[in-house]
C-alpha cells in the first residue's frame, strides 16, 4: 500500500498570501496524483489530477507540480473560500487507492 | 447537471447491518466506475470500494473485505454498498463518487470528480 504523508498538518496564512503545500508518497506514484478540497461540511471536490492539470471550473490560482514522490500544491494569492482542508490522492498503485491525511489551511 | 444522492445512514448496533444507497443522474451511469469512500468524524478520507461500469469488477479495502459488498443497479442509475457486521470504526460519513474518466481507461485512473453529499453512519449500541 502507498502511504501518503502531507505536511505541514495545519497552514496558517492571511488572505492574499501564498499557501505551499506538501505531499510526499512511500514510493513513485509517477504524476499520478490529485489534489482535493474540503469546505467545513461539504464533499470534497477535484482540483487538480495528473499532478499538474487544474479539473474543469477551478481557478488559476491553483497548480500542482512534482512526479515520483514529492508532490506540492501552490495557492498564490489565498481568497476566503479557500481556507479548507486539502487531501491528496494516488492511482498509480491500486487496489487500494489511498488518500493523505490531509492539510488544514486556517486563517492566521 | 451530474447529481450523486446518497440515503441509508442511520444508527446501528455492532454487528448490524445496513444498505446505502447512490442515485445518480446527469450523465451515462453505466459508462462510469463508482466508488464509496468514507470519513471518520474529525479524520480524513479513506477509499472503500470501488465498482466497474458494467458492474462486473470490484475492489474492497481491506478491512472490509468479506463485510461490505458493493453493487449497481444501471436499470435504476443506483449504486448501493451492503454493509454487514458493523464495527464501531466503521462509523463515518460515506460518499459516493464517480470517476472522473469513462470506459476502460477511466477504470484504471480513478480519480473522483463528482460526490455525493455524505450520508453518516453511526454504529453504536
Known amino acids: 500500500e502507498i502511504v501518503l504523508t502531507q505536511s505541514p498538518a495545519t497552514l496558517s496564512l492571511s488572505p492574499g498570501e501564498r499557501a505551499t503545500l506538501s505531499c510526499r508518497a512511500s514510493q513513485s506514484v509517477s504524476s499520478y496524483l490529485a489534489w482535493y478540497q474540503q469546505r467545513p461540511g461539504q464533499a470534497p471536490r477535484l482540483l487538480i489530477y495528473d499532478a499538474s492539470n487544474r479539473a474543469t471550473g477551478i481557478p488559476a490560482r491553483f497548480s500542482g507540480s512534482g512526479s515520483g514522490t514529492d508532490f506540492t500544491l501552490t495557492i498564490s494569492s489565498l481568497e476566503p473560500e479557500d481556507f479548507a482542508v486539502y487531501y491528496c490522492?494516488?492511482?498509480?498503485?491500486?487496489?487500494?487507492?489511498?488518500f493523505g491525511g490531509g492539510t488544514r489551511v486556517e486563517i492566521k | 447537471e451530474v447529481q450523486l444522492v446518497e440515503s441509508g445512514g442511520g444508527l446501528v448496533q455492532p454487528g448490524g447491518s445496513l444498505r446505502l444507497s447512490c442515485a445518480a443522474s446527469g450523465f451515462s451511469f453505466s459508462d462510469y466506475a463508482m466508488s464509496w469512500v468514507r470519513q471518520a468524524p474529525g479524520k480524513g478520507l479513506e477509499w472503500v470500494s470501488v465498482i466497474s461500469g458494467s458492474g462486473g469488477s470490484t475492489y474492497y479495502e481491506d478491512s472490509v473485505k468479506g463485510r461490505f459488498t458493493i453493487s449497481r443497479d444501471s436499470s435504476k442509475n443506483t449504486l448501493y454498498l451492503q454493509m454487514n457486521s458493523l464495527r464501531a470504526e466503521d462509523t463515518a460519513v460515506y460518499y459516493c463518487a464517480k470517476n472522473m474518466w469513462g470506459g476502460r481507461s477511466g477504470w484504471f485512473s480513478p480519480y473522483f470528480d463528482y460526490w455525493g453529499q455524505g450520508t453518516l453512519v453511526t454504529v453504536s449500541s
Open positions: 490522492q494516488q492511482r498509480n498503485n491500486w487496489p487500494p487507492l489511498t
